[in-house]
C-alpha cells in the first residue's frame, strides 16, 4: 500500500515552468514505477510520462517530449515533474500514479494500482 500527494500546481503565464512534486508514504516506493497523468476539463484523462522503479528508463507522451521532464528520488520517496516552455493546453489536473503489478499498461489508467488526489496547473495565454 502506498499513499501518493502531489504538490507544485498553480497558475503560470505560456512559457513558463513548473515543478510537480509526488510524495510517497511505505517503505515500497522504490519497487514501484510510476506515472503522471493529466485531466483537462471536459476531456479523459491521459498519459504523460513514466519513469521506472530505479530511475533509468522514462517514457514521455509525444506532447510533452522535450518540454517535460520526469525524475525520483527513492531516498526521499519522491518523484517530480520538470516542466518547462508551457503552453495553455498544458492546463490540466496532474495526478502521479505508482505501479505495483506491472501489467504493461503503463500508457492506460489501468495500468496504475495507487492514485494521489492531483494538483492544479492552469497555464495562461
Known amino acids: 500500500q502506498v499513499q501518493l500527494v502531489e504538490s507544485g500546481g498553480g497558475l503560470v503565464q505560456a512559457g513558463g515552468s513548473l515543478r510537480l512534486s509526488c510524495a510517497a508514504s511505505?517503505?515500497?516506493?522504490?519497487?514501484?514505477?510510476m506515472g503522471w497523468f493529466r485531466q483537462a476539463p471536459g476531456k479523459s484523462r491521459e498519459f504523460v510520462s513514466r519513469?521506472?522503479?530505479?530511475?533509468?528508463?522514462?517514457y514521455y507522451a509525444d506532447s510533452v517530449k522535450g518540454r517535460f521532464t520526469i525524475s525520483r528520488d527513492n531516498a526521499k520517496n519522491a518523484m517530480y515533474l520538470q516542466m518547462n516552455s508551457l503552453r495553455p493546453e498544458d492546463t490540466a489536473i496532474y495526478y502521479c500514479?505508482?505501479?505495483?503489478?506491472?501489467?504493461?499498461?503503463?500508457?492506460?489508467?489501468?495500468?496504475?494500482?495507487?492514485w494521489g488526489q492531483g494538483t492544479l496547473v492552469t497555464v495562461s495565454s
Open positions: 511505505g517503505r515500497m516506493f522504490s519497487n514501484y514505477a
Open positions: 500514479a505508482a505501479d505495483s503489478s506491472y501489467s504493461g499498461r503503463y500508457r492506460y489508467d489501468d495500468g496504475y494500482d495507487y
Open positions: 519513469i521506472s522503479s530505479s530511475g533509468t528508463v522514462k
